[in-house]
């Protein structure tokens, strides 16, 4: 590859270096998405769940990531650019859905972030580094952000202690929706198999 022109985005490499057996990052994130929201489904949580999902690894679209799968040693994080760009493209109510989003794809890889501590590993810092993220993702996702704010809020305790707790467990489940369905599809992949008919029981998305 020749730095600065890139044309496959992979998400994940073997030591095949031709790349033919490379997955290919739009397909990583589709499936993560899709996969996230059949489980999420039964909670009246799957359209957060697939945007969650659709995002949690765009700071793969980079550079440094990539030359990382091709053995150079590049400190990459990855985990923070998908955060920051669905906060940013979320409007109106749907804003404080992606605040919660934000904290599930933080923390796929090291757990749920706090909002604010003494670190910069905390999310309120994170939300404001710097991106080095190419604009490639936006054509291979085209994502449209919208209706993240699910019907079941209405139906949340009024009190803000209770609903602060209901908006609390609501963002774990999603983030182990996440979780698990980039668990399944990636032992899916080591274990060379396409992802099954059958999903881990979880019910669908139409």
Same mark, same amino acid.
């Given at each position: ?9 992979? /998400? ?10 490379? !997955?290919?990052?739009? +397909? ?7 996969l996230a929201a059949?489980?999420?489904? #039964? ?19 980079? *550079?440094?990531? !990539? ?5 150079? %040693? =590049? ?7 998908? /955060? ?35 670190? %910069? /590993? ?12 190419? #604009?490639?993702?936006?054509? +291979?996702?085209?994502?449209? =952000?919208?209706?993240?704010? #699910? ?11 209770? !609903?602060a707790f209901a ?6 489940? *999603?983030?182990?929706?996440? =979780?698990?369905?980039? /668990?399944? *599809? ?10 099954p008919k059958q ?8």
């Open positions: 590859m020749v730095v600065g022109v890139i044309v496959s985005w992979y /998400a994940h490499s073997t030591a095949d270096q031709s790349k033919v057996d490379w !997955q290919l990052l739009s +397909e990583h994130c589709f499936g993560v998405a899709v059949e489980m999420a489904k #039964p909670l009246g949580l799957e359209r957060a769940a697939f945007f969650v999902g659709l995002f949690h690894d765009l700071g793969k679209y980079c *550079i440094d990531f !990539q030359l990382r799968l091709e053995g150079r %040693d =590049v400190p990459v994080d990855h985990s923070t650019a998908g /955060a920051q760009v669905l906060s940013g493209l979320a409007q109106g109510s749907d804003k404080l859905v992606a605040h919660l989003l934000a904290y599930a794809i933080l923390g796929h890889h090291a757990g749920l972030p706090d909002w604010l501590n003494e670190t %910069d /590993a905390c999310c309120n810092m994170r939300l404001k580094r710097p991106l080095a993220l190419d #604009p490639a993702w936006q054509d +291979e996702l085209r994502p449209e =952000v919208s209706d993240l704010l #699910p019907d079941m809020v209405a139906q949340l305790p009024k009190t803000p202690p209770e !609903q908006f609390a467990f609501m963002t774990r489940m *999603i983030f182990s929706c996440l =979780v698990d369905a980039e /668990a399944w *599809i990636e032992t899916c992949r080591l274990n060379s198999r396409a992802r999903s881990p029981p979880c019910g669908g998305v139409d």
